[in-house]
């Protein structure tokens, strides 16, 4: 049994969060209880190994997981506190610190807003700017809401889920057929991503005129789309650092590269706190670290996306820890065991951006430059999954990309140069599959 100083780590078992977390805690003199699947365990011994104590949980399932946490400290185990960096984790995390008492979110907050429906209505109610939304059961449904939102265009995506994946913009009625193949697509993806992790994901067979799940559809939003990352500190967010995205854009805006500290117009970083302090305790929010997606539009007003309780992904948290020089996990951490948090010297020192590598859809016959990533000084991570023979999907989400080059410079001009001259000088050459030939890709 791990001492009274243990912190639970929920779904931890991954590179390099689950690592940080691990490091950060270890600092702190914390003991780490390690809980995730045997699937994800198994793919990182190393953090295993590192724990104070392993235990294979289906942590995405939140009745067992909270019967599981109820079940130790009935049996004399005490935690600290209860934290999670995945997005499955998080309503779990938020009911194991409601049940024991332990500092966090409510329950009732996060599903609010994992529910991207939810969490919209909630900002409109309370006077935050939002497009028109609906959510929608059937084919007849979405036409309906289109017809009451002329001219458009409008996003159609899943009420839950992350990244891009899903999503699709509808100009007219005549692309919303591809758009609804996109998301089921997307969501197969997901499914088989998560039974990879060793979660039970059944799928439901869609009744008779209804879809399989339900989708959200909802007005385009024109501005430049940016998120924001950051701590809650004594229950106030406080931002460590904006993000600028790079996407695909129309039709399916996935993320190709993200930068860091964003160059926002004059005024617009106060008015994206001052937002962020007025929005997130009204979702009833006030724990943890928070990943904040917005639109700032072209009359300088700011309009929240999806809000997360933990870190951004695709390494938007390595990137705002090293710009920052900021422990996140560890400002988390640091309140579990009472101690002050000092916001005054937050702020960026340098830079940091990401892009990742897409080439077309084939087979994978030759792949040279990535000597030069990996000698680069800037380099702050790097990922090569890509080989001779190694096969390639033609981009539709998220899901299809795997290489990058994260790199560091002194302005953020300078960083997102090196990203890009980085992942330029890397040549993959493919040949295209069958598959991908036949491929016509979405019909937008």
């Known amino acids: 049994m791990a001492s009274a100083r243990s912190l639970l780590l929920l779904g931890g078992a991954l590179r390099p969060t689950g690592a940080h977390c691990m490091e950060q805690a270890e600092e702190r003199g914390l003991d780490v209880i390690l809980a995730d699947t045997r699937e994800n365990l198994s793919k990182v011994p190393e953090l295993a190994e590192r724990a104070a104590l392993t235990v294979e949980l289906p942590y995405a399932d939140v009745e067992a997981t909270v019967a599981w946490a109820v079940g130790q400290k009935k049996a004399g185990q005490e935690f600290l506190g209860v934290y999670g960096t995945r997005e499955t984790a998080a309503e779990s995390v938020a009911a194991v610190a409601e049940v024991l008492g332990l500092p966090g979110n409510g329950r009732a907050a996060v599903r609010r807003i994992q529910d991207k429906f939810a969490c919209r209505a909630a900002l409109a109610e309370r006077g935050f700017r939002q497009p ?5 059961s059937s084919e007849g449904e979405i036409r309906e809401f289109l017809a009451a939102h002329r001219p458009g265009p409008w996003i159609v995506k899943p009420p839950t889920g992350r990244g891009s994946a899903g999503v699709s913009l509808v100009r007219d009625e005549s ?9 089921a697509h997307a969501r197969r993806e997901l499914r088989e991503e998560l039974v990879g992790q060793g979660m039970d994901m059944a799928a439901d067979e869609p009744t008779e005129a209804a879809l399989a799940e339900d989708v959200l559809v909802e007005g385009f939003q024109t501005g430049e789309e940016f998120s924001a990352e950051g701590v809650f500190v004594d229950g106030v967010p406080r931002l460590l650092a904006v993000t600028a995205k790079v996407t ?3 039709p399916h805006f996935i993320e190709l590269g993200h930068a860091m500290p964003a160059d926002l117009p004059p005024g617009a970083q106060a008015d994206v706190v001052s937002t962020l302090e007025r929005a997130l305790p009204a979702l009833g929010l006030s724990w943890g670290v928070f990943h904040v997606e917005f639109w700032l539009e072209r009359d300088g007003g700011i309009v929240l996306g999806e809000v997360h309780v933990r870190p951004g992904g695709d390494y938007i948290h390595v990137m705002a820890q090293h710009i ?5 996990h560890g400002a988390v951490f640091d309140q579990f065991l009472g101690e002050p948090v000092d916001v005054s010297g937050w702020g960026a020192r340098r830079a940091a951006a990401i892009r990742f590598l897409t080439p077309p859809g084939g087979t994978v016959t030759a792949v040279d430059g990535w000597a030069e990533v990996a000698a680069s000084p800037h380099l702050l991570a790097g990922k090569l999954t890509l080989k001779e023979g190694s096969e390639t999907a033609p981009l539709k989400s998220s899901y299809d990309r795997s290489s990058f080059v994260c790199v560091t410079g002194a302005t953020l001009q300078e960083a997102v140069d090196t990203a890009e001259r980085l992942a330029a000088g890397v040549k993959i050459e493919v040949t295209p599959s069958a ?6 890709g979405d019909c937008f």
């Open 435 to 440: 598959a991908a030939a036949d491929d016509p």
């Open 132 to 136: 028109p939304v609906a959510r929608c």
């Open 324 to 328: 920052t020089d900021t422990q996140m």
């Open 175 to 183: 692309d919303l057929e591809a758009a609804l193949v996109h998301l």
């Open 248 to 250: 695909t854009g129309a």
